[in-house]
């Protein structure tokens, strides 16, 4: 268990609305991740982090932003929800020993968080 | 740009049976390569992954998958099939700005 958890797990929202994710964990790690996962697509990366303050765009980045203000949390912003972005959210931290590469670590999901936008 | 292909969304197998769902990747450097499970209403959860040692990698719960790089595959394979292995399987390479490029993922379905 890496002590991840994402809240809410479940929000129905209407179009036009702000809606707020949250990731927190508990063991402070570096790298946090934003996914979307929707049939057919796998997962795809919105944004990450690679520590406070320091966050870059994924591939599908539009109409999302995040914020990094503590180590523990990882904030994903819907400044105004549209119907394509309802999806499952998931968040995910990078864990790897000091002596792998970067890109060998292992990510370790939280639950998921279910968007409906109406 | 890098791409993870996997055969198949769905994938039907008799309990007791070989399971193999395959991957293929494209990529312009030595991968790093990835299996993840997810069960239903669940995060993903590491199954093995390729660092470029052994090119067979032993998993969790009896999966094994083996780098082919003349064939650029990974396929994941287990002897004999279980009920609990109903999931959704997700192959994913990394990139060289440390990202994972993920397939589209394989519902793994068991017949009893």
């Known amino acids: 268990d890496a002590g991840i958890t994402q809240s809410p797990r479940h929000k129905v929202t209407e179009t036009g609305t702000p809606v707020t994710l949250r990731c927190h964990q508990t063991e402070n790690h570096r790298y946090m991740y934003w996914y979307r996962q929707d049939p057919g697509h796998g997962l795809r990366l919105i944004h990450y982090s690679y520590g406070v303050k320091d966050t870059d765009k994924g591939e599908v980045s539009d109409g999302y932003s995040v914020s990094r203000s503590k180590t523990e949390d990882f904030l994903l912003t819907l400044e105004s929800a549209t119907s394509s972005q309802t999806s499952v959210y998931f968040c995910?931290?990078?864990?790897?020993?000091?002596?792998?590469?970067?890109?060998?670590?292992?990510?370790?999901f939280g639950e998921g968080s279910r968007l409906t936008v109406l | 740009a890098q791409s993870v292909t996997q055969l198949g969304s769905h994938v039907s197998v008799s309990e007791g049976a070989l399971v193999l769902l395959r991957c293929n990747y494209s990529?312009?450097?030595?991968?790093?390569l990835f299996w993840y499970v997810q069960y239903p209403n669940q995060g993903l959860q590491l199954l093995l992954k390729?660092?470029?040692?052994a090119t067979l990698v032993k998993g969790i719960n009896g999966f094994e998958a083996e780098f082919k790089k003349s064939e650029t595959s990974f396929h994941l394979t287990k002897p004999s099939a279980h009920m609990s292995d109903a999931a959704e399987y997700f192959c994913a390479v990394s990139d060289r700005h440390y990202q994972l490029i993920w397939g589209a993922g394989t519902k793994l379905i068991i017949k009893p």
């Open positions: 990529s312009s450097v030595p991968p790093y």
């Open positions: 390729y660092t470029s040692a």
């Open positions: 995910a931290i990078s864990v790897r020993l000091s002596s792998e590469p970067l890109n060998t670590g292992e990510l370790f």
